[in-house]
């Protein structure tokens, strides 16, 4: 079954240090593969997603994802965190064969300290 | 109004009780979700919609049975609930492009529920 792993459970890092957030999926196909963020107190809304085409994705507020196919890999990326992007960041997949659905990770939750 | 809306933001519950929580959207999609969030675990897929009709129902107890009047509101009723099934239930909606891929779901700012 289709499956996404994100590593790092919680995060502590200081502002303008640089962030990496690993996501893993387990699908052999084709898939999108997506970013959303939730801020505390806030629904979840999406950072970059990946379809197809060029492998480096940019989303909203300096953040951008890697697709390597060969390492089934969808890395999320900030070179300087804020205090502001504190929040938890979900990576999810969908594949493109079957019934399409969204199969989300368990989430990286980031604390930012000023 | 714009985007998903969901109410009750908040709702406690008995087990004995039914309920309903409801959501809306306001993005001419053509799906709507169900997912369930439970801490230290990952979303949980309940409910899919696609032009009104149920497309997936993920092995969930009949306790909860999920209503699509229409491709802009869902409901989600809720009857004889467990403890276990406190959680925060979010809803999303998509538009289906018809090759069979939901792409980007925007989705609301959930349910907290509280089973007493």
């Known amino acids: 079954a289709q499956s996404v792993s994100q590593h790092n459970h919680h995060v502590i890092l200081s502002e303008a240090a640089s962030l990496e957030l690993g996501c893993n999926y387990s699908y052999g196909g084709t898939v999108n593969l997506f970013w959303y963020v939730q801020y505390p107190g806030q629904h979840l809304q999406l950072l970059l997603k990946y379809f197809s085409g060029d492998p480096l994705v940019k989303g909203i507020k300096g953040f951008e994802a890697e697709f390597i196919k060969s390492k089934f890999s969808f890395n999320l990326r900030k070179p300087s965190v804020q205090w502001s992007d504190t929040a938890e960041y979900f990576c999810a997949a969908e594949a493109l064969a079957g019934f399409q659905k969204l199969v989300f990770g368990t989430g990286t939750r980031l604390l930012v300290s000023p | ?116």
């Open chain 2, 1 to 116: 109004e714009t985007g998903v809306t969901q109410t009750p933001r908040h709702l406690v519950m008995g087990m004995t009780n039914k309920k309903s929580l409801k959501c809306e959207q306001h993005l001419g999609h053509n799906a709507m979700y169900w997912y369930k969030q439970s801490a230290k675990k990952p979303l949980e897929l309940m409910f899919v919609y696609s032009l009104e009709e149920r497309v997936e129902n993920n092995s969930v107890p009949s306790r909860f049975s999920p209503e699509c009047p229409n491709s802009s509101h869902l409901f989600l009723h809720l009857h004889t609930l467990q403890p276990e099934d406190s959680a925060l239930y979010l809803c999303a909606s998509s538009q289906s492009s018809g090759s069979g891929a939901y792409n980007e779901q925007f989705f609301g700012p959930g349910t907290r529920l509280t089973v007493l």
